[in-house]
């Protein structure tokens, strides 16, 4: 009884140091978005696509949907022609919103059209997938001068690649109605899931083709919903079936529980801060943000939205004592806010050229939304581990992998939630040894797998793992959708064992 109350006595000191007044909450809330923008040195006109110019829609209730022809294109691929290959880009109506027009971009497969198809969520939240896209696993890569070149390790090479500009008003997504807004994963799977069977609709040539739902950093929330929802609707055959195999969570935020008390433990094995650091940390901010989180619950309101400010004390704390490290990659430094430059995304995608190639009309690019950012703040702490076990005893796979020096999404954190998990499996996932993941004969991370769940941590990359090792997540991603993942660890670890 005393230890709670201690508890309490700890949250409701924490919470009245560190959250703001109702009067100025969303303001910070603003300026906390606005610094992870800055961050990346974007710069997006306004915070949110909600339109009030109806003269600047691209579309009202119609699929809006065109070949894809970049401009500038100057790569050379030996195998495949550019022209040979089904690129496009478009809006499709959200069925069950109000006026939500959800922007995509497809890449046929650059091996077989039948190939799985692969959707990809970018994280933030309320940033445009479009990153993804530029600077870790699609199809091309921007120069300086705005040319583009084929990726070599673009994951269009073993599947058909989907990214979609999600939540509403991210990207060239929008809505001329504000009740468009996300605030929880129900409302952005839904959405998604209206999105994917327009697109299957619209092109029933891949709906029997293997479906992947993939993404990194928030999307950790993100994508356990969507798999959810898609296998929900698939189970009450609400649609076009959706062929669902497995689910991707790459550096994602998903359980916050376990994850937030991991920091300090990660940042004390990496020398980040030191024990007396450590230990305040966990003496006073640990205990708080537990009980905030116990307060937020999987449904709350409020009290959700005061444990987000309550349990980012722990990380602001580590931050205070870590410099200028970049915190999606703690090998690297950042230049004052700077911490990677993806600008040339935004100067390439506002081109005049490139913009009727995209069909977006006078649709304005918003790279990253404070506004969306906002909006979630009462879905950041909500454990979204608790919808997994069901989709893995019903033979869905799960993938979470992650970058070893990422801090803000850490390995160790990803790997205690997921070995904590409860599922039928986890007995023997726990006891699964560690195997090497092998590229071009060097161990690339270290993998266990027990049935359905896989955990990989990849050697040498940071929070975006497809841009700092691309052909490590290219043949990841090419033997876990084929199957082959656990086996050629374990072909591994027969051959260390014999020698």
């Not at 008003?169 to 409302?187: A, V």
């Not at 950790?220 to 055959?237: C, D, E, M, Q, S």
Request: hydrophobic share 40%; proline share 5%.
């Amino acid at each position: 009884m005393a230890t709670t109350t201690t508890f309490r006595y700890t949250f409701l000191i924490v919470l009245f140091l560190w959250s703001p007044p109702p009067s100025s909450a969303s303001s910070f809330n603003n300026d906390i978005a606005q610094e992870l923008i800055r961050n990346l040195n974007l710069f997006p006109p306004h915070d949110i696509n909600i339109l009030d110019n109806p003269n600047a829609r691209p579309t009202d209730n119609k699929i809006v949907e065109k070949p894809l022809r970049f401009p500038n294109f100057s790569g050379e691929d030996g195998e495949v022609s550019i022209d040979d290959l089904a690129h496009r880009a478009g809006y499709y109506p959200i069925q069950h919103s109000h006026a939500a027009k959800m922007f995509y971009l497809f890449f046929e497969s650059r091996n077989n059209k039948k190939d799985p198809v692969v959707i990809w969520l970018t994280g933030g939240p309320g940033c445009s997938s479009e990153l993804a896209v530029f600077y870790e696993n699609g199809p091309f890569k921007i120069a300086d001068n705005m040319s583009l070149s084929w990726n070599d390790y673009g994951w269009d090479k073993v599947s058909n690649l989907l990214y979609v500009d999600q939540p509403t008003g991210t990207g060239f997504s929008y809505s001329t109605d504000k009740r468009d807004i996300r605030h929880d994963e129900e409302g952005v799977s839904n959405d998604l899931y209206d999105f994917l069977q327009a697109f299957f609709a619209e092109h029933p040539e891949y709906a029997t083709n293997d479906f992947f739902i993939t993404g990194e950093s928030y999307a950790g929330h993100y994508i356990p919903a969507f798999a959810a929802r898609v296998h929900k609707g698939n189970k009450a055959k609400e649609g076009i079936h959706i062929n669902l195999k497995g689910f991707a969570i790459g550096n994602g935020l998903t359980d916050p529980g376990i994850q937030y008390k991991a920091y300090a433990d990660y940042a004390l094995d990496m020398g980040i801060i030191e024990q007396p650091d450590y230990d305040r940390i966990n003496k006073v901010l640990v205990p708080a943000c537990e009980l905030a989180i116990k307060l937020c619950g999987t449904d709350g309101k409020i009290a959700c939205t005061a444990s987000y400010f309550v349990c980012n004390t722990i990380f602001n704390s580590i931050m205070s004592h870590a410099g200028n490290i970049n915190y999606y990659d703690i090998r690297k430094k950042c230049d004052g806010s700077l911490c990677y430059d993806f600008s040339n995304m935004e100067k390439f995608l506002n081109q005049g050229s490139v913009r009727d190639a995209l069909g977006v009309g006078d649709i304005d690019f918003v790279s990253c939304s404070s506004t969306v950012y906002q909006a979630m703040l009462v879905d950041w702490m909500r454990n979204l581990e608790v919808g997994i076990p069901t989709l893995l005893e019903d033979g869905i796979n799960l993938l979470v992998y992650a970058g070893e020096y990422d801090l803000i999404c850490n390995w160790l954190g990803n790997s205690r939630w997921v070995h904590a998990m409860e599922w039928s499996g986890q007995k023997e996932f726990v006891a699964s040894p560690e195997v090497p993941f092998i590229v071009d004969d060097s161990e690339a991370g270290v993998l266990k797998n027990h049935g359905t769940l896989s955990f990989l941590k990849v050697h040498d990359a940071g929070h975006m793992v497809p841009m700092d090792q691309p052909k490590a997540s290219l043949e990841m991603l090419k033997k876990w959708t084929q199957g082959t993942l656990s086996k050629s660890g374990a072909d591994e670890e027969i051959l260390v064992a014999e020698l």
